[in-house]
């Protein structure tokens, strides 16, 4: 019966596509999609609170994301000019219509219908038609000529996908041997609460965190040599002539496990819901980071630590690009002081990290508040004190520093600072 709903929702949305403007299809098929997934979301809050059972809701999910992004896609494609789009929405805008076929064919396609990876239409088109295989090896000799006949030979992905699958059951593995353990719902005992200190609090969250995530490895390593087995996530070539499978692996797990910042965690977590909510909303109005927390609560669900953790999420990555802003420049003027300020921002994300999304896996809201009360709110209170008190202090003189170490350390920051990734356009869609 569940199954009704994976033709149900993309069905729906399919007819706001081709029935509405261009203009405008785009946000009703947002609406309707986020209705009918939170309803679904809802009925199972309900009925089977708190389970993590397998069912529909998961699927859905990966639908919404597909189905959303094609119609802001299709809205970039037909209804924007090129000079009004970011690079990233220039690079997925899809300027024809799909048919019925091309667009059941992407919104139920199987290798990553259950966990994802979430593919974006063009992508997906790519696969189907061949061309995310026509790119050479690097030092390749053949001859470019235009008339000639080229015959592309798809590699092999037989020794990633076994590589993957092995990974996934280590980490599978790990997951159910320890987290009896250091159990997340720990924090809902009385005498964890109120007999431990405020130190064993975080070395428990952040060890039991750290065995949840092995749960998220092991289902979207798995999912992704699924897709790496089906052809889906190739990626061109290394310098070395082998070929890549990661084009569209939905975690990046050293890179997320040694951030020395949240931004960085975000980026390597979740990768594809991260590009899907870039696309659909972060790069189309300003102010966008607590509206691209609101809609991943909204999509992940109605239990209360969802929220908790994504409005925790907010106002710590706001503090922590301020602490940033005003705070890494002094550490830059030699190798030593930067290795500290790694060190320290490392150890300091870590820690922020299950001490925000501890509440996700708990779920519930006056469990996670009580903890936070037992915690003495204290990163709450220092994000705080970030966002209100550090701009006004750094903005005055600092005795003690030299105006020579003080300009080096400013021209070393400039001189190796990226380009700002949080770029927004002007264009609300």
């Known amino acids: 019966m569940q199954a009704i709903h994976l033709a149900g929702l993309p069905a729906l949305c399919y007819i ?60 970039d494609g037909l209804a924007r000019l090129d000079t009004e789009l970011s690079k990233n929405r220039k690079l997925y805008a899809v300027s024809k219509m799909p048919s019925p076929l091309e667009y059941f064919s992407y919104a139920l396609a199987f290798p990553a219908l259950m966990a994802g990876p979430v593919l974006f239409y063009n992508d997906y088109m790519d696969f189907i038609d061949g061309k995310h295989l026509l790119q050479k090896p690097p030092n390749n000799n053949l001859d470019n000529n235009s008339n000639s006949r080229t015959v592309v030979l798809e590699p092999s992905p037989c020794i990633v996908v076994f590589k993957k699958v092995v990974l996934s059951i280590i980490f599978a593995a790990m997951f159910v041997k320890f987290i009896p353990v250091f159990s997340v719902q720990a924090v809902k005992d009385d005498d964890f609460v109120e007999n431990t200190t405020l130190a064993y609090k975080f070395y428990h969250l952040t060890i039991a965190m750290l065995l949840v995530r092995f749960k998220y490895y092991f289902a979207w390593i798995f ?64 102010n966008a980071t607590v509206l691209t927390y609101a809609l991943s609560a909204i999509w992940h669900g109605f239990y209360p630590g969802y929220y908790l953790t994504f409005a925790g999420g907010a106002l710590f990555t706001l503090a922590a690009r301020t602490m940033r802003r005003n705070l890494r ?8 002081s930067k290795f500290i300020y790694d060190v320290i921002t490392f150890l300091v994300t870590r820690l922020a990290m299950a001490y925000i999304t501890f509440t996700f896996v708990v779920l519930e809201f006056w469990p996670s508040i009580r903890l936070y009360l037992h915690m ?28 020579s170490i003080a300009n080096g350390s400013v021209a070393h920051a400039l001189k190796h600072a990226s380009p700002l990734t949080n770029s927004v356009s002007n264009h609300h869609d």
């Not at 420049?329 to 030593?336: M, Q, V």
């Open 16 to 75: 706001v596509i081709r029935t509405q403007s261009p203009e405008i299809m785009q946000r009703m098929v947002l609406a309707i999609a986020l209705v009918y997934l939170s309803c679904i979301h809802l009925h199972r809050q309900v009925y089977d609170y708190g389970s993590y059972t397998l069912d529909i809701t998961g699927p859905l999910m990966v639908i919404t994301q597909k189905v959303t992004s094609l119609a802001f896609n299709i809205h």
């Open 223 to 286: 999912a992704d040599a699924i897709c790496n087995n089906a052809g889906i996530g190739f990626s061109g070539f290394n310098e070395d002539g082998s070929s890549n499978w990661d084009g569209f692996s939905n975690i990046y797990i050293l890179k997320f496990e040694f951030s020395t910042s949240l931004r960085e965690s975000i980026e390597a977590w979740n990768i594809g819901t991260n590009r899907w909510l870039r696309i659909i909303v972060y790069e189309r109005v300003k």
């Open 329 to 336: 420049h002094y550490f830059l003027y030699s190798t030593e």
């Open 376 to 403: 003495y709110l204290c990163l709450h209170i220092l994000a705080l004190l970030a966002l209100t008190l550090v701009p006004r202090l750094t903005s005055k003189t600092v005795p003690g520093i030299s105006n």
